[in-house]
């Protein structure tokens, strides 16, 4: 199973961008990259996911580098509702075994 | 519309009860998956269901934990003989079969 490495916590102020790393160096050729964040006593919620090109929706902005080994997650402007755990996932829909494997995620503190 | 439903949203047992969880997963929605979150830690999965038939159990922790969706819609998460280990918020989530997985709010089991 893919695997991928975040930062524990980062911290940004509100109302700034916000850029959030992500590292899946053994990625395959099929396995879309997808971000969740879970607010605390909550389920995961979906943000963005894609494949290889760059995605944008209203809740975010996927940057997926070209070699695809490492993605970046962009919050253009950050609010105190953003605080959350920010989760990469790799999952391969040709495997047929669409289970996530998650990582310890990120932390992130908007600050006031 | 109705996102994923899952009840009881918390549950207390005594070491040595059985637990019964269950899910609603979204209308139409072929795929249901059931996930365990540790406190401090990502979801981790358990079990996954294609329609009725189960087709991945190979999370589930042991024989004591027994998962079934008999009519490939509301599935139940059995746990035989609860142990202290097994307290953990439980998630399910369901997708149409493509990508997304859209995620309950858990049930925060807590086993004395």
Known sequence: DAKTTQPNSME???????????NHSTISGTD?????????????EYVIHGLTSNVNNRMASLAIAEDRKSS??????ATLRDAAVYYCILSDPTSGTY????????RLKVLA | GAGVSQSPRYKVAKRGQDVALRCDPISGHVSLFWYQQA???????????QNEAQLDKSGLPSDRFFAERPEGSVSTLKIQRT???????YLCA???????????????????
């Open chain 2, 39 to 49: 406190l401090g830690q990502g979801p981790e999965f358990l079990t996954y269901f």
């Open chain 1, 99 to 106: 289970k996530y494997i998650f990582g310890t995620g990120t």
């Open chain 1, 72 to 77: 970046t997650l962009i919050l253009h402007r």
């Open chain 1, 12 to 22: 940004s102020n509100e109302e700034e961008p916000v850029h959030l790393p992500c």
């Open chain 1, 32 to 44: 879309y990259i997808h971000w969740y964040r879970q607010l605390p006593s909550q389920g995961p």
């Open chain 2, 83 to 89: 142990q202290q280990e097994d307290s953990a918020v």
């Open chain 2, 94 to 112: 369901s997708s149409t079969g493509e990508e997304t997985q859209y995620f309950g709010p858990g049930t925060r089991l807590l086993v004395l």
